[in-house]
């Protein structure tokens, strides 16, 4: 279903939920991908120093996920549009758990408690240890994923947006109080494979929470597994529950309002980096990078390029700390010395010459003058034959199979999984557009390869890093957009398991 309504480019599907902060809507990013879009109370964010703090608890996210810490909703970013101030994240925001546990039917089992209590449990620990707390933990604010994980969103917005401090004790609590109301809700069930031998699980874990913290709780769960269902990691259960949920009929979100005409909206800034716009065009309000971080290349995914090697006229010779720039290379035997002739000439002295009064002389004079000016000439073909061939337009590469590899072993605690994509081409030079999808949903950046002419195969690897307790299958999907010789994108895939 679609509202018809856009912000920042993403487009509102029509389901939306409340949360404490605002509302959640459902959208799809420019890249077509699912994504989540969050309309802020605009009473919450009135005031310019909530709208401050609520700057540098995005901030702080996204620096968290730049730096590669999974278990939280990722962040893309924070914007003003249509008076009002939105938050947009990379991947979907529905559904949480709380939707889960209202819909009824057949509860998913004992082995989805387990799954997604080891997992909040495990992000909340990574947020503590970068002096970083959630704040709002309940069932309205943990979203299970397609893939049936747990993430965590809302980290620390209503505490910023209250001015009110978060601290790891109250995650502790509020972990505790979720375990208890799991257990309560789903791991007694029979049908699904319960009893009270994991209700008793779940209990020794909320229990080990209250007296040692979350570490505990965690590896109280990890050495408990035996009492669970075979199978459990498999999250069949919670994914039959997601689709129960994914079919059901909800409400559709209402139309994101307009700004009143000749009035600013609520979106000013102590820090002056963005401006509300009146016609619903999305400003950011989060800090740009300096400018020494906007020109840093981003991080390759594939081998690095290769610079060019031909011969330059001008430009500063390499050096040290130019290493990484085009090579300047320079032909010929360099300045040559100065010739007697030459400096004859600089200094302004003649030569006189005899003349000649013998007649064979100025033939053979004339004879080695033909014979010049024949090898002068027959070196101008040879050099234009040269020139000719040198600068033949080389054939286009041409992308013709691409094969992926994945790592064959099991990938262990956060672990790296090292992928390869090898694209065979015709040998032609000219460069590669390509793209790494992954099934985790974070998205990656369109990369272009260059290619020299004779080289007829390319590795393009990916270094994929997992943290976290669980099962978890990876797929990775190497996408060559162009130039392919049919005409059309080529891609391969291959997929690995990481466990922990």
């Known amino acids: 279903m679609d509202d018809g309504g856009s912000i920042a480019g993403h487009r509102l599907t029509g389901r939306a939920r409340s949360a404490e902060v605002g509302i959640w809507s459902e959208a799809i990013s420019p890249e077509g991908t699912p994504s989540g879009v969050l309309r802020f109370d605009p009473g919450l964010v009135a005031a310019p ?59 998913p089992g004992p082995g989805a408690v387990a799954t997604i209590l080891t997992e909040t449990a495990q992000a909340l620990l990574a947020l ?3 002096g970083l707390a959630h704040g709002a933990l309940h069932p309205g604010t943990i979203v299970i994923a397609e893939d049936g994980s747990a993430v965590l969103a809302e980290r620390g917005l209503l505490e910023a947006l209250r001015g009110e401090h978060a601290s790891p004790e109250r995650d502790v609590a509020a972990w505790v109080t979720l375990a208890r109301g799991l257990a309560a809700s789903w791991a007694d069930d029979r049908a699904a494979g319960g009893g009270a031998g994991t209700a008793r699980l779940f209990d020794n874990a909320a229990a080990a929470a209250s007296a040692h ?20 990691t498999t999250r069949d259960g919670l994914l039959r529950t997601l689709h129960r949920w994914s079919v059901s009929s909800v409400p559709t979100s209402p139309a994101p309002p307009a700004a009143v005409p000749g009035t600013a909206p609520a979106t000013g800034s102590a820090t002056g980096s963005a ?4 016609t619903g065009e999305a400003v950011t309000l989060l800090h740009l990078p300096d400018p020494a971080a906007r020109t840093a290349p981003p991080p390759m995914t594939g081998p690095p390029t290769v610079p060019p090697t031909g011969p330059s006229m001008a430009g500063p010779p390499m050096t040290s700390e130019s290493a990484t720039d085009d090579v300047v290379m320079r032909f010929g035997p360099g300045v040559p010395t100065e010739t ?9 002295a003649t030569t006189h010459l ?26 101008m073909l040879l050099a234009v034959v040269i020139l000719w061939l040198r600068f033949q337009p080389a054939a286009d590469v ?88 049919s005409g059309k994108p080529l891609q391969d895939k291959a997929s690995f398991s990481y466990r922990c």
């Not at 979350?214 to 269902?229: Q, S, Y």
């Not at 007697?340 to 302004?348: H, L, N, P, V």
């Not at 007829?456 to 797929?475: A, C, I, M, N, Y």
Request: proline residues 3%; hydrophobic residues 40%; contains cysteine.
């Open 354 to 379: 005899a003349a000649e009064t013998n007649r064979n002389s100025g033939q053979r004079r004339r004879a080695r003058r033909g014979a010049w000016a024949g090898s002068v000439l027959l070196a």
């Open 340 to 348: 007697t002739a030459a400096q004859i000439w600089r200094s302004g």
């Open 213 to 232: 913290g979350l570490a505990a709780a965690r590896d109280t769960l990890l050495t408990g597994h035996g009492l669970l269902p075979q199978g459990f």
């Open 398 to 485: 041409l992308v013709q199979k691409v094969d992926v590899r994945g790592p064959k072993k099991t990938v262990g605690c956060d672990g790296t999984a090292s992928l390869v994509g090898t694209v065979t081409t015709n040998g032609g030079g000219g460069s590669i557009r390509y793209l790494w999808l992954r099934s985790d949903g974070v998205r990656m950046k369109e990369r272009e390869q260059k290619v020299l002419s004779g080289d007829t195969s390319v590795e393009l690897p990916l270094r994929w890093q997992v943290t976290g307790s669980g099962d978890f299958k990876g797929v990775a999907t190497l996408r060559v957009l162009s130039p392919t010789s």
């Open 128 to 130: 503590h240890a970068a």
């Open 275 to 278: 401006m509300g716009s009146a």
């Open 49 to 107: 120093a909530a709208r401050e703090r609520l700057v540098a608890a995005v901030t702080a996210d996204r620096r968290l996920w730049q730096a590669g810490q999974g278990g939280l909703l990722p962040v893309t970013d924070l914007v003003t549009a249509r008076g009002d101030i939105w938050l947009i994240t990379g991947r979907g925001a529905m559904p949480v758990l709380a939707d889960l546990l209202a819909q009824g039917g057949l509860p």
